[in-house]
């Protein structure tokens, strides 16, 4: 009966999928651009359900009916076939009950969008900026991985190299989903480059995720920003340094001051401003979304806690640890190299598993 119960969930969901259909073709929802892109984000939340549920049923039935060939029918090649074909279809009904349920959860609403990205040097000086000069190189090799897009929107390099603070925009499908599991501290143990005694030290790294604000999640006006401009510093070539290109947002409602210099056009540097300073302010609300989660399940994404460690890499030892679940790789040059799949693969078991055990399967 359970499986039944399972089934009457995906099923009684066909109806609101057909409306939703049904909505997307209606001329008058099409020129609600707001109601359109809510409706098509609906769609494609609900589609992958539609489709498991569909051939759910489907391997039900089809058990059945081996089952019943094999309780009923007198020839033996037909009872051999029907045996199996239970023996092939039965191990396959509590894996997909599981992935049926975990899709029935809901999740992150925001996993499907791209994401901001702000790594500061720490604690550790000189050697903290290098550490998260790394980081950003390995999250640069991973999004190649992944075949996202990465741009950087600003930076603050370090004295021996790395950055004192870096902040990209990670684009393709369904970035913060993944990336959102790298929030919190990272710390480092091993040699600087600055240490002439040859001691280890301990430096750190913070990471923060934020979900991209969509052009309908926040309502920003341009009434309440002040648009500063000033000469763009650091890399960027012949002529950076004598234009006004960098732009300043100050959000005055809330304080909240974003800038950008990367491009050599000002409207560009505009542009990609008022994008990060529109997600900060959203990430405001999804921050609260977050503690609400935390208070509910031990979350594997971090709450914002700038003091959370979550991760070690130990170079003396070629070893990197996730202390949210205990996970450790003893081949950390390859980490570093951006081959980080695994590591975020556990971590979303792990949050699954919450995720179940929080709704009661």
């Keep these: 009966m359970a499986e039944n119960t399972l089934l009457e969930k995906v099923l009684s969901l066909g109806g609101k999928f057909q409306s939703i259909q049904d909505q997307l073709s209606d001329p008058s929802v099409m020129s609600d651009m707001k109601k359109y892109v809510q409706l098509n984000k609906d769609y494609k939340e ?11 049923k489907k391997l039900l039935d089809n058990l059945q009916s081996a089952k019943d060939i094999l309780l009923n029918e007198k020839d033996d090649d037909l009872r051999e076939m029907a045996r199996e074909e239970i023996a092939e279809l039965e191990p396959q009904v509590p894996v997909m009950e599981q992935n049926i349920k975990l899709m029935l959860i809901p999740a992150d609403p925001d996993d499907g969008k791209n994401a901001m990205v702000e790594i500061r040097g720490g604690t550790g000086g000189d050697e903290a900026a290098i550490f998260a000069g790394d980081l950003f190189r390995m999250y640069q090799h991973f999004a190649e991985r992944r075949g996202w897009k990465l741009e950087v929107t600003d930076q603050a390099p370090g004295t021996s190299g790395g950055f004192k603070q870096i902040v990209f925009k990670l684009s393709g499908d369904g970035v913060y989903g993944v990336m959102k599991y790298e929030s919190g501290v990272h710390r480092v143990q091993r040699v600087p480059q600055t240490e002439t005694q040859g001691r280890i030290q301990t430096s750190a790294a913070s990471v923060a995720v934020f979900p991209e604000a969509g052009e309908f999640d926040v309502d920003l006006s341009w009434d309440d920003i002040r648009l500063d401009l000033f000469c763009s510093s650091g890399p960027g070539g012949q002529g950076v340094n004598t ?59 971090s709450t914002g806690d700038r003091s959370a460690k979550i991760r070690t890499y130990n170079y003396p030892q070629g070893r990197v640890t ?17 081959d980080i799949q695994e590591c975020i693969d556990q971590l979303q078991i792990a949050e699954n598993a919450e995720r179940l055990k929080e709704a009661g399967e």
């Design 46 to 56: 609900l589609e992958p359900i539609i489709k498991a549920g569909q051939d759910y």
């Design 322 to 338: 996730d202390h949210r679940i205990n996970w450790s790789m003893y081949n950390l040059p390859v980490f570093m190299d951006g």
């Design 243 to 301: 234009t006004y290109s960098a732009v300043r947002l100050t959000h005055i409602p809330s304080g909240l001051v974003v800038q950008c210099q990367e491009e050599r056009s000002q409207l560009k540097n505009k542009d990609r401003a008022f994008e990060e300073l529109r997600t900060r302010l959203y990430n405001l609300e999804h921050q609260k979304y977050l503690d609400g989660i935390a208070a509910k399940r031990k979350t594997m994404v």
